[in-house]
Structure formats: C-alpha cells, structure tokens
C-alpha cells in the first residue's frame, strides 16, 4: 500500500477518512479510491520480478515468513496476517490473489499491485538468469558453484538459487551452495544441492561476517579447497577450460 499510495491511490477506512499506507492500517481499510492513478500508469504494462514464491498470507505468506526478519514480534505477525487476509479481500477485482504464487514477495506487493496496474508477475531469477544467457554458460560446465548470506529453508522458495539449481539440474550439473551461514542442511540437500557449506573459517562476529575483504577470501579459501579434494579424487575430471567456467 506504500507503493501505491506513492502512485497515488488513496486507502480509506469506514467513515471515508485517508489512512496512512502503513502496516497498521491494513484492517481498517474499507475501500480504496484508485481515480487519482498517475494517468501514465493506465498505457503501461509491468512485469513484476518476484525473488520468491510465497502466498499472499498463511503460514508460508509474507508477515510469517518474512516480518520476523524485520523485527516483528508474534504479535505483529499475526496482526498483519489478518491485514493481509482482510486487505486481499477488499481489493479483489476478479483476481483471487491468495492463490497467487509470489502474491508475498516484497511485503505483499507482488499480489497487491496486480488489481492496479496491468502486470504479470515472474519468478525474478528467471528474468536475470534469461538476460545472462545462463543456459548456454552452463553447458560446458562440470560443476556449478552458487550461494547467498544464508542457507535456509526459504533458499528453494524460489529465490536466486533455486533457480540456478533447477538449470542445472535440467543439464544434469552438480551444484555446490556457498553461505555465510547455513540452516536447514537435510533440506537443502533433498531439493537436490549436492553439497552446502558455510565459508566461515571460525566463529565471528555478524559485522566481521559482512566485510567485504574478509568474505572475498574466505569464498577463495573454500572453494579452492573443494576443488583440491574434487583433483585428488578425479585428477582428469576437470580440463582447464571447463575449470575456468566452473
């Protein structure tokens, strides 16, 4: 509601009063006055990139899932769930967006724009990976390595490297995920990870964790001893070319 507050939609409570669009105020919107749209918004088509496929609500939607990560409490959560839940319900116009895949991404705003704007929404890794030629870079490859800050459940709901595993799966790849920290390992393995470490060499601090300097070796470190044990083992596995686009 932020957004579109920004592009000019006003949220209204019962008595007809402008609510401000924040998180608060999502149960008490009774009606939304979309006529003062910026008037460009009504000749453009969006494509929404979503890095992640939760639902509008529910226990995988975007206050669960991701208000916690924010900072909000138990209490939070549930209230703007139950936003969300009354908010989807006002703004439906023939579109049923709690059944959405990616209606959570962003704070709700993947399923929230689509009654306003004439969008379609994308798995955000598809679109990137697309402009990258990703598929034509990974056929000579022997072996993929990718990662993010933390290796989580939340790592296969469609975020970058879910995307970058399904590719490479299709192209029958190995692939080895790299994190600052790492959850979840069993599951992360049965979404078919061949392997998922953390490049932490000992226990640190958060702020150390996030230098870039400290973090840039600490990737080289890991995964030039990966590729030392990989040598060891198949010492003719690897060619030159294909170690340079591994």
């Known amino acids: 509601i932020g957004m579109l507050a920004a592009l000019g939609v006003r949220f ?45 609500y529910g226990p995988q939607g975007a206050a669960f899932v991701y208000a916690p990560q924010k900072g909000a409490s138990d209490e939070e959560v549930i209230a703007l769930d139950k936003g969300l839940q009354h908010y989807a319900a006002v703004i439906e116009k023939g579109i049923h967006i ?56 939340q790592t296969g709901m469609g975020k970058a490297l879910g995307g970058i595993l399904r590719i490479a799966h299709e192209q029958h ?44 070796n600490n990737i080289e470190r890991t995964v030039t001893q990966l590729l030392r044990i990989i040598q060891h083992f198949t010492p003719n596995s690897l060619s030159p070319e294909s170690k340079h686009k591994s």
């Open 12 to 56: 209204l409570d019962k008595s007809g009063n402008r609510l401000d669009p924040q998180g608060s105020n999502l149960m008490h919107i009774a009606s939304i006055d979309d006529s003062h749209l910026h008037p460009a918004l009504l000749e453009s088509s969006f494509i929404i990139a979503c890095d992640v496929n939760n639902p509008f």
């Open 98 to 153: 709690a059944s959405i895949p990616g209606a959570g991404a962003a704070g709700g705003m993947g399923g929230g724009l689509l009654p306003f704007l004439r969008a379609t929404l994308k798995p955000g890794i598809d679109t990137i990976l697309e402009i990258l030629n990703f598929h034509e870079s990974l056929q000579d490859a022997d072996l993929v390595f990718t990662g993010e800050g933390n290796l989580d459940a």
């Open 173 to 216: 790849g190995p692939v080895i995920a790299l994190g600052g920290g790492v959850e979840a390992t069993t599951q992360l393995n049965e979404m078919g990870f061949t392997a998922v470490l953390s490049i932490q060499p000992a226990p640190v601090s958060l702020d150390k964790a996030m230098q870039k300097e400290f973090t840039l």
